[in-house]
């Protein structure tokens, strides 16, 4: 099975993988790791190689970060190969996707097709959303 670790500036990794537990009870090969501002980057890049070690049992693990250009994004590049891949924009439909996908495959590129995939189709406008459906169901309420 394919891991991951979720890297963020401050607790954002953590609490959505406390959010996450809720949707799947057990989540196996799953780390997080925040970064706070007095926290030094090479310790910050230590503590992820760990954490990539730790969450790989040989398929694979994919890094999951809050954004791109960030100090937790950048130190995390220096383990992208064939095996590690990291995917930006962290969210809780993110993760979900990937813990579900990840069930079915271990190819890592179908993986990160299909998580952005779903991440994306996880944003919604709402306003615009329930305004399309007022028109296309003729304006009822």
């Known amino acids: 099975m394919v891991g991951a ?52 049992t040989g398929d694979g693990v994919f890094i999951l970060a809050d954004m791109l250009g960030g100090t937790p994004a950048n130190r995390s590049m220096y383990f992208l190969g064939d095996k590690v891949r990291m995917l930006t924009g962290l969210s809780l439909p993110m993760l979900y996707s990937f813990l579900n996908i990840r069930e079915e495959s271990t190819d890592i590129a179908m993986i990160a097709k299909d998580v952005m995939e779903e991440a994306k189709e996880a944003m919604v406008d709402v306003n615009e959303m329930l305004n399309k459906s007022k028109i296309e169901n003729g304006g009822a309420s």
């Open 5 to 56: 670790v979720l890297v963020s500036h401050g607790d954002l990794a953590k609490g959505i993988v406390s959010s996450a537990s809720m949707l799947v009870p057990q989540i196996d090969q799953l780390a997080s790791l925040t970064l706070w501002p007095d926290d030094n980057p090479d310790e910050f890049q230590k503590k992820l190689e760990g954490a990539v070690k730790e969450v790989d």
